[in-house]
Nanobody, 126 residues
């Protein structure tokens, strides 16, 4: 009964910043790799960033790298996504995902994750 709850989305101006949070329950958080995905209207779900179970390894989408940072707190069972220099094209629903892992592997596709949150809306105004 893994449950993922995102928060921190909202309306921000171009160039602004947001910090998204995803609180996990029903799992041994330190045994799960985590990912952030986003889905805009009419577009497929795409990877934003991923982080390995210990937090030692991270992966970023090429289009977002340099503007975002993924991190996790295995005591608070929370994964974060810090987003800076936001652009209107970043507008989307941002979703948190998880999957148990026995290694430091980072999944890069939606099919590589088992559980999903409901998402938090990020809207960047021009």
């Amino acid at each position: 009964q893994v449950q993922l709850v995102e928060s921190g989305g909202g309306l921000v101006q171009t160039g602004g910043s947001l910090r998204l949070s995803c609180v996990a329950s029903g799992l041994t958080f330190s045994n799960y790799r985590m990912g952030w995905f986003r889905q805009a209207p009419g577009k497929e779900r795409e990877l934003v960033a991923g982080i390995s179970r210990s937090g030692f390894r991270t992966f970023y989408s090429d289009s977002l790298k340099g503007r975002i940072t993924i991190s996790r707190d295995n005591i608070k069972n929370t994964v974060y996504l810090q987003m800076n220099s936001l652009k209107p094209e970043d507008t989307a629903v941002y979703l948190c995902a998880s999957r148990p892992s026995s290694t430091e592997y980072i999944g890069r596709a939606p099919s590589e994750y088992d559980s999903w949150g409901q998402g938090t809306q990020v809207t960047v105004s021009s």
